[in-house]
């Protein structure tokens, strides 16, 4: 299991200023970039290591003309203002920023857009296929159609060509796999086809789909998971984003509209879904999303969340700045863009921050020291609407876990791992990892 880190990278750190473009040179500049590129994610790879990251997941790095970067013009084109103007160079800076990674024991995965690409798409550059696009097929494509166009999946040709260009950053660069943006639009035969080759150059290769659709509720997405993990009896991905969990998290402890009984009875769903070759990928926030922060406006509700999330069974993604609560741009309109704010470090901190950082680091640490809390089995001991108990177990491994939201009297007398107190058996509202010491 994984502890992964999202980053934008225009948002993240500007490591070399003389790549930067000026802001007309772009077709869409959002007005909360600092030009971050890939130089500057090489700069701060001590501080991801600090954190207990384990993976990075970059935003795309290809040739585009926006600060997102999901407006790809060449697959095969790493952007000059993420890299170098000089472009015998470009390579070479994520060539180091791979190396430097992987000697932390840190992993790198390259945010794929197959479904769709800029429309200006550079088609001279594609020499050995003669690919096809479509009208968009669904109601997010037709959100998106002023900007992009989208690939035929169901020409061979269009299909030979994608696959090839993930092919390609596999062969040509130790990239350790791949985000795959909206799977949700490309039929499963291709993916099925598309892992299989992926496979073929690298057998471990992370293959990491969003399968979400942002008007569905949270059964239709857990649904769509599902549906998703495999294909003729074929694992498709190594794992799938958990639109599903993430929107539970809200209900039960921002909404209040649904129990911590009910909390439990999903994330055990969610866990069936998890198994040797496949584990979902649980989330609070991402770069479609709000900050969590704007969501629950309250710190202690942040943390909770925070140390929920990091006891459920499978990996975890933390967008940039999640472990310092970092507070989106209110002034947006669009929901998908607040939360794309410049990354904050520690000589910029507030104490908030300074104590939010701690904290995640701690979970984290906790987390990998106690394996059971990221691959073990659920146990439930009690349950009511507003207290739950339950255990996380590996082989011969044990940690219980209660989230309450009254005051908790046990049976037992516990350590507490996050706080560590001894020989408690009174908990005040909040989220707790225990061990047990006495039974009374």
Known sequence: MFIGYHILIKFFKDGNIENNWKKEEYLKFEK???????????????????LGIDLIYLGPIYESKTTHGYDTINYYKIASHLSSKEENKRNEVLKKLLIESHKRGIKVILDLVLNHASKNYDMKSIKNFNVKTEPPQSIQEKRWQTLFQFWNISDIETRK??????KYWLENFDVDGFRLDHALGIERSFWKEFSKEMKKIKSDVILLGEVWDDVADEEENYELIKKFKSFENEKIFTSLFDFFIYDVLKDVFIEKNKSLKDFYKMISKSNELNDTHFNLTYFVEN???????DLCKNKEIFFNVMKVLMVITGN???????????????NFEWFHESGRVPMKFKKNWNL?????????KKLIKIRKENKELSDGSYELIYSSDDSILFKKKLNKKETFVLITFKTFKADYEFEDLISNEKEINIFEPGVYYLKRVHFF
């Open 287 to 293: 770069h479609d999303v709000p900050r969590f922060i």
């Open 316 to 330: 975890v993604m933390l967008e940039y700045g999640n472990e310092i609560a970092l507070a989106g741009d209110k």
């Open 352 to 360: 908030k921050e300074i104590e939010t950082f701690n904290l995640i």
């Open 32 to 50: 909360n970039s600092i030009e971050g590129d890939l130089q500057g994610i090489i700069e701060k790879l001590d501080y991801l290591q600090d």
């Open 161 to 166: 060509f994608l696959i090839d260009v993930g």
